[in-house]
């Protein structure tokens, strides 16, 4: 007997684009068995709310404005939790909604079985690094090395550092759009609130280079063209889950190539951080090669996917407290905090109610526009002088940015006492700040902007 479609569509069989090849398959095998091979996958509905765990490692707030953040963050992170592959979640004490309900707050960390691009959002590899000097060296000469060997600001630049070998492109899907960028935004460090911060450590006083920036536009490539994919196959297995966490599963090719594509830029972006410091280093008399890796120089990324046992842990600005969250981790991590305060070099718990897991710097409890409105009442010059009395403070575009400004983060010293009530990391010393350069508000006067200026 040949089979027919119709055999198909009376065993259970819903036809589609793939019906010609499983008639084929059918008649060589059987109807059962074509059955069993081309079934589409059963279409996953949500959770039930309250179905997933949940751990809140953060206050309440002690006025308004904090209460309404917390609240934000955890109504946003119960209704991402519903995501079908999801295991479990956590927030840091730094936490600030980052978009519409349903989307991961910076400072949320979430346990998945598969990997979802809109979890560590565009900025990939958003991650600190640190470079401390044993030898004698003026904070004032680093910083001005500093500011002659990194770029702030949109795109890259003609001259750039020499990046790391990038041969394996051409092999990844997720890496070919990202390739055409790689050699000019490298040993860059983009705007919002990335920095690059001088000063010394507490513990014995010498002076360190600290640097916080992620993967510029070759990791904002990698991540459009993994929620595209993502979208494909939200489509396919889950219709009813939320557009950004859509995921990728990690049993097919598409998994294993985004997996790829994001340790390559890992591998890109710490690179990038210590052209940077080696550069500045060499500027003020100090060899490279004498800096040894743990000691010297350690860094980790706190925008990232982080696999363990099988599960991979989503943090949007969060930084892990696990041994072993790297091929190359060591015992220490940073925390920043913002411009005025010490940047905290810590040792982490690997506490269970954190997933693993502590905050990545301060947070907000105003948007970048809210806290400008706030302020608003004076000058950005008359803001800038106030809050940076004492400090080295530098906007490559030669413009403040006032949401940058101290004043913009949460309170320095409640995050550090959340830190220790719950049990998070462990602080072993710190680099107290001399100074920073920061993009600043390169929009203010854009080239784009003058032109129509002009034009006008």
């Given at each position: 007997m040949t089979i027919t479609g119709k055999h198909l569509l009376n065993a259970g069989l819903p036809s589609g684009p793939y019906f010609k090849e499983a008639i084929a398959y059918a008649n060589v095998h059987s109807v059962e068995a074509a059955v069993q091979k081309f079934q589409p996958p059963r279409k996953l509905k949500l959770k039930s709310k309250g179905a997933t765990p949940?751990?809140?490692?953060?206050?309440?707030g002690t006025n308004d404005a904090e209460r309404a953040n917390v609240e934000a963050v955890m109504d946003t992170m119960e209704e991402l939790l519903r995501t079908p592959v999801v295991i479990s979640g956590a927030v840091?004490?730094?936490?600030?909604?980052?978009?519409?309900?349903?989307?991961?707050?910076?400072?949320?960390?979430?346990?998945?079985?598969?990997?979802?691009p809109g979890m560590h959002s565009a900025d990939v590899c958003c991650s600190m690094a640190i470079t401390i000097f044993d030898q004698d060296v003026e904070p004032k000469a680093v910083l001005d090395a500093v500011h002659g060997a990194t770029h702030f600001g949109p795109g890259g630049r003609q001259s750039p550092l020499t990046g790391p070998n990038i041969g394996s492109v051409a092999r990844n899907q997720f890496l070919k759009a990202a390739d055409p960028m790689m050699a000019s935004h490298f040993g860059t460090q983009g705007d919002g609130n990335h920095f690059a911060f001088v000063g010394r450590l507490k513990s014995d006083g010498r002076v360190a280079?600290?640097?916080h920036h992620g993967s510029r536009g070759p990791g904002a490539a990698i991540y459009k063209a993994g929620m595209a994919c993502a979208e494909k196959w939200r489509q396919k297995l889950s219709p009813d889950t939320l557009k950004q966490n859509a995921w990728i599963p990690m049993d097919s090719q598409d998994g294993v190539d985004y997996w790829d594509a994001l340790q390559f830029i890992r591998y890109w972006t710490k690179n990038s951080h210590f052209a940077i410091h080696d550069a500045a280093a060499r500027a003020v008399g100090v060899d490279p090669d004498s800096f040894q890796w743990n000691n010297h120089q350690f860094w980790n990324e706190h925008n990232f996917v982080f696999e363990r046992d099988g599960v991979f842990y989503h943090a949007k600005g969060a930084t892990p407290a696990f041994?072993?969250?790297?091929?190359?981790?060591?015992?220490?991590?940073?925390?920043?905090?913002?411009?005025?305060?010490?940047?905290?070099?810590?040792?982490?718990?690997?506490?269970?109610?954190?997933?693993?897991?502590?905050?990545?710097?301060a947070g907000r409890n105003y948007s970048r526009s809210q806290h400008k409105r706030l302020v608003g009442d004076r000058t950005d010059e008359e803001i800038f002088v106030v809050e940076t009395a004492g400090l080295d403070v530098r906007f490559?575009?030669?413009?403040?940015?006032?949401?940058?400004?101290?004043?913009?983060?949460?309170?320095?010293?409640?995050?550090?006492?959340?830190?220790?009530?719950?049990?998070?990391?462990?602080i072993?010393?710190?680099?107290?700040?001399?100074?920073?350069?920061?993009?600043?508000?390169?929009?203010?006067?854009?080239?784009?902007?003058?032109?129509?200026k002009v034009v006008a």
């Open positions: 949940l751990y809140r490692n953060i206050d309440d840091m004490p730094d936490a600030c909604p980052a978009g519409s309900l349903g989307t991961i707050p910076v400072g949320g960390v979430v346990a998945s079985t598969a990997i979802h280079i600290v640097t041994s072993g969250w790297g091929a190359d981790s060591g015992e220490f991590t940073l925390i920043p905090m913002n411009m005025g305060q010490p940047v905290l070099i810590v040792t982490g718990h690997d506490n269970e109610d954190s997933l693993g897991f502590a905050p990545h710097g490559f575009s030669g413009n403040i940015d006032v949401s940058e400004l101290p004043s913009a983060y949460k309170d320095a010293a409640s995050v550090r006492a959340q830190i220790a009530k719950y049990d998070l990391c462990t072993v010393d710190e680099v107290l700040p001399y100074g920073c350069i920061m993009a600043g508000d390169f929009e203010k006067d854009a080239p784009w902007k003058r032109r129509k």
